[in-house]
């Protein structure tokens, strides 16, 4: 069964920094572009960064660009999130999804990892 | 303020159908595929439609999709308890250069 398992998350200091870990199973990882989203407490899902097969182009969300970083290693069929500088507004469930679809224009995100929390204390 | 504009909430009873809607711009909706996820709180989002009207296997079609302009619309007939969850649509945007959902709508089914 394809899965994706995200984990690293947990209490941060306001400024500090985490890094977040997402491992997909049951399927090839290296193929697949991915994304970071996240939810905080009552609100809906935010997009947060996008990356491709090669890692060659990687886009940010405005609220989180020179902050977080995005990579992956296709050899351990895992996605990372290097969040650094983090404010109480990061305090979110964070998920990782695997992109489907030909172009970006007609991406969509058919698996999704259960997500991991995140709070950040000042 | 989310790019994509959704009803907070909607409701309805079991058995009824409701729509949601989901208004974007040229730079989203009017140019690219909407899809729809739905969410129960602690779990992973699910997919529901692609490609502004598709149901991937296992989806009921007691859901749909349909797209007109700058507007996407989920449809749900046939109501039952277990669809009480928040639903999103989702895009991507040309001119931000980014993934993009509505603010989400909650379903209560009374």
């Known amino acids: 069964e394809a899965q994706l398992v995200e984990s690293g998350g947990g209490l941060a200091q306001a400024g500090g920094s985490l890094r977040l870990s997402c491992v997909a199973s049951g399927f090839s990882f290296s193929p697949y572009s991915m994304h970071w989203v996240r939810q905080a407490p009552g609100k809906g899902l935010e997009w947060l960064s996008y990356i491709i097969t090669s890692s060659n182009i990687i886009y940010y969300a405005d609220s989180v660009k020179g902050r977080f970083t995005v990579s992956r290693d296709n050899a351990q069929n895992s996605l990372y999130l290097q969040m650094n500088s983090l404010r109480d507004d990061d305090t979110a469930v964070y998920f990782c999804?695997?992109?489907?679809?030909?172009?970006?224009?007609?991406?969509?995100?058919?698996?999704w990892g259960q997500g991991t929390p995140v709070t950040v204390s000042s | 303020q989310s790019v994509l504009t959704q009803p907070p909430s909607v409701s309805a009873a079991p058995g009824q159908k409701v729509t949601i809607s989901c208004s974007g711009s040229?730079?989203?909706?009017?140019?690219?595929?909407v899809s729809w996820y739905q969410h129960l709180p602690g779990t992973a989002p699910k997919l529901l439609i692609y490609d502004n009207n598709k149901r991937p296997s296992g989806i009921p079609d007691r859901f749909s999709g349909s797209k007109s302009g700058t507007s996407g619309t989920l449809g749900i007939t046939g109501l039952q308890t277990g669809d009480e969850a928040d639903y999103y649509c989702g895009t991507w945007d040309s001119s931000l250069t980014a993934a993009v959902f509505g603010g989400g709508t909650k379903l209560t089914v009374l």
């Open positions: 040229s730079s989203n909706i009017g140019n690219n595929y």
């Open positions: 999804a695997r992109v489907k679809g030909p172009t970006l224009a007609t991406h969509y995100l058919d698996l």
